[in-house]
């Protein structure tokens, strides 16, 4: 029945992949299923016949789809059923996007949509990886024009070594986690989050990636060429030349005048009645070419950028490795608990940071072992950043990924949740875009941050190099390229960082791939820019984190109880923590491991919690003074209760300095009063004394006087 059905075996980074094709979904113009270890995704690709009409863009889509039955849970939604796409899906798909995208013929317009699906999933190989190689091999097996295939690869850095696709227990103590993309011959995708990797040593590990990734493309090209159908002609979308060159003649003059402004409005400004005179003369001669127009005048400009560059010109007149005119400030907002604004140019991001109970962890319902996450940051960029007229709906996979690279960048400075019991939200609000809005929100969120009072282990700022590629195969890189230069340009090669080395990269190119020089080059100008925006504008306007956090953000403790006392804490139907909170009005979390967090705005009410949770977890220290309640009296003295179930007995002879003839005549049920422990016997009964402690009080008034 299934006479098509192949399978080819090889293996990566030491682990067995194996790809089976011909036997499931046989509409699709490519299919397969790979198998890295027990994990299993399957690609599906599919062409529309005909081109779609108007657009002068290729019309890819990509989407890696998360099943929970791959991991063996059922969906927590109301439905019980997968709904929109995770944060996590949405990068990867744009982890696939980026590479695959460029290889595509530039003037076909046919529909093309790759849909990855995750069946099952071994932790220790990751699922994003195999989509990627299935992806690859469907693309190339089907009869869809594409430039591949490619390949990519985890590289991770554990104990001082450079790992590929490291397993679970490798991730636990990774301090690298970069995901390379390449062909045969270059580098086509970077992503990578790092603890302040050295750039050599940033260098050599793509650089043992494509190692790697060369075998696998090899793999896929001896499949394609056993099994892959012969590409199907297209209708080019490609511009008349003649056509090009009559508009050059005709606005090339005035194209170059208008480009010619550092001021994003003032650009458009004059290139709008460039735009009506050429729709003017042509719109008649070309009625349903109006895309074709708009693509002869996007190339033009495009012509025009490109040469300036090689020549050394850039269009706001700056020098090929200056950075534009840079500005940060922070405390720019009242009441909330950090706020900071980076303005690069026209590009202006403010980013304002919140610090709430470690319970405000974003909880996360994917595949892989991470569950909730102490730091989020959000980046927005609504249509007023850029002059534009459109309705909010909320963010798109652009603004996620923005988002995530700026979280990536950051995550590596921030200090342990031991250290510093929060969980903290940055939200990057773009009020201005010009480019590089995501390297302007990593720098507007460390001034957030430090303006928060978050100690963080060093500043981080994000600058980008651009690319200019020629056909003679010569190229040159600049640095701090603005929205014209990423739009014209073959790359957009993103770098944040400390002055110690990389936290993040986020690489978008427009060719068919990077040289190892290239991307050194990339390396070399982002450090130096780097090192400049920390030094002369973000310490200048904060030079050290704040000492404490603001008034209005809770006041964070923490402590540690062993776990078999957890119950006893908490109390019978969480009695003993709900007390505890109301009195001392304060939020309590507990963790499965012991870990307490204890929240409140007044910081001596949270520590009173805390001292009561440890007195109950722990035996009380003799000598300490306790703010206890009286909760029972006898002949004999009082019982004194200085934390919930914990009580002991002040003998009549310890209520007081003077000879006490009755307990009644110096306290009653529910008096508050101090007591100090003197003695605890060996069947674990408390022996308290009020006549001590306020002894003992009164010296230490009399020491501070």
């Given amino acids: ?54 657009v002068d863009f290729f019309p890819l889509s990509v989407d890696f789809e998360e099943k929970m039955y791959a991991v ?80 990519s690869i985890n590289v991770g850095y554990v104990d001082g070594e450079l790992v590929l696709n490291p397993t679970l227990e490798q991730r636990a103590n990774n301090k ?49 060429k056993e099994i892959g159908k012969p590409k199907f002609e297209f209708e080019s979308m490609e511009v008349d030349h003649d056509l090009f060159d009559e508009i050059e003649a005709m606005v090339g003059e005035d194209v170059k005048k208008a480009l010619d402004t550092d001021d994003k409005n003032i650009r458009d400004a004059r290139m709008q009645p460039i735009y009506d005179a050429v729709h003017e003369k042509y719109d008649e001669q070309y009625p349903d070419q109006g895309a074709m127009l708009e693509e002869v005048l996007y190339k033009l400009q495009k012509k025009i950028v490109r040469n300036w560059l090689y020549e050394g010109k850039r269009v706001d007149g700056r020098g090929i490795d200056e950075i534009r005119p840079l500005a940060a400030e922070v405390g720019v907002l009242p009441r909330v608990h950090g706020s900071g604004i980076f303005t690069r140019g026209q590009t202006q991001v403010m980013t304002i940071c919140t610090l709430g109970p470690v319970s405000d962890a974003q909880k996360l319902d994917g595949l892989d072992e991470e569950t909730s996450k102490r730091y989020m940051h959000q980046y927005n960029f609504p249509s007023y950043s850029v002059g534009e007229t459109r309705p909010s709906r909320g963010p798109g996979r652009r603004e996620i990924g923005h988002g995530a690279l700026a979280e990536r960048a950051l995550v590596p400075v921030l200090p342990s949740v031991e250290e510093f019991p929060y969980a903290i939200r940055c939200v990057s609000e773009v009020l201005s875009s010009n480019g590089s809005t995501s390297q302007g929100s990593i720098c507007g969120s460390t001034l957030a ?62 060719v068919d791939g990077l040289t190892m020089d290239i991307i050194a080059s990339a390396f070399e100008k982002t450090r130096k820019a780097r090192m400049y925006i920390l030094d002369e504008i973000m310490l200048k306007a904060i030079p050290e984190v704040r000492p404490e956090v ?24 969480g009695k003993v923590i709900q007390k505890i909170s109301a009195e001392c009005d304060v939020k309590i979390d507990i963790s499965e491991d012991g870990n307490v967090f204890v929240s409140g705005l007044d910081k001596e009410k949270a520590q009173a ?77 408390i022996n308290l004394s009020r006549k001590d402690a306020l002894a003992d009080l009164a010296k230490r008034a009399a020491n501070k006087e």
Avoid at 37 to 54: D, H, L, Q, Y
Avoid at 97 to 102: E, F, G, S, Y
Avoid at 465 to 493: A, H, N, P, R
Avoid at 550 to 573: H, N, Q, Y
């Fill in 449 to 510: 941050l430090m303006d928060a009072g978050v100690p963080i282990k060093e500043p981080v700022a994000g600058i980008s190099c651009g690319l200019i590629t020629k056909e003679d195969g010569s190229w040159m890189t600049m640095v701090d390229i603005q929205g014209l230069e990423d739009f014209y340009g073959d790359m957009d090669f993103k770098v944040g960082g400390t002055k110690n080395g990389i936290t993040a990269i986020q690489v978008d190119i427009k």
């Fill in 550 to 573: 603001s008034k209005w953000a809770p006041k964070m403790l923490s402590t540690k109880v062993p776990v078999d006392k957890i119950r006893e804490v908490i109390g019978s139907g």
């Fill in 72 to 151: 063996g849970k059922i969906p927590g939604s109301f439905t019980k059923r997968e709904g929109k796409a995770s944060d996590k899906a949405i990068l990867t798909s744009r982890c696939v996007d980026r590479p695959i995208r460029p290889l595509f013929p530039k003037d076909m317009r046919n529909d093309v949509t790759v849909v990855m699906t995750v069946l099952a999933v071994d932790p220790d190989n990751s699922p994003e990886i195999t989509g990627m190689i299935a992806a690859a091999i469907a693309i190339s097996i089907s009869d869809i024009p594409w430039n591949g295939p490619v390949a």
């Fill in 176 to 224: 690298l986690n970069l995901t390379v993309a390449g062909s045969a011959e270059k580098i086509v995708m970077i992503e990578a989050g790092a603890e302040e990797i050295p750039d050599d040593l940033m260098l050599k590990a793509i650089e043992t990636g494509h190692t790697e990734i060369k075998k696998m493309v090899e793999f896929i090209k001896g499949i394609q």
């Fill in 1 to 54: 029945m299934f006479e098509n059905a192949r399978t080819f075996e090889t293996t990566y980074a030491g682990r067995p992949v194996v790809v089976e094709t011909g036997k499931t979904c046989g509409l699709a113009n490519g299919s397969c299923w790979v198998r890295y270890g027990e994990t299993v995704v399957m690609a599906n690709v599919t062409a529309s016949k005909k081109p779609r009409e108007g």
């Fill in 609 to 685: 919690a805390i001292n009561i949770i440890n007195t109950i977890a722990n035996d009380p220290e003799i000598g300490a003074i306790y703010k206890g309640k009286v909760v029972r009296i006898m002949n004999f003295g009082a019982f004194v209760e200085i934390a919930p179930g914990k009580d002991g007995l002040v003998h009549i002879s310890k209520l007081d300095k003077q000879r006490v003839e009755k307990v009644e005549d110096v306290v009653s049920i529910g008096d508050e009063i101090v007591v100090k422990v003197m003695e605890i016997d060996d069947q674990g009964r």
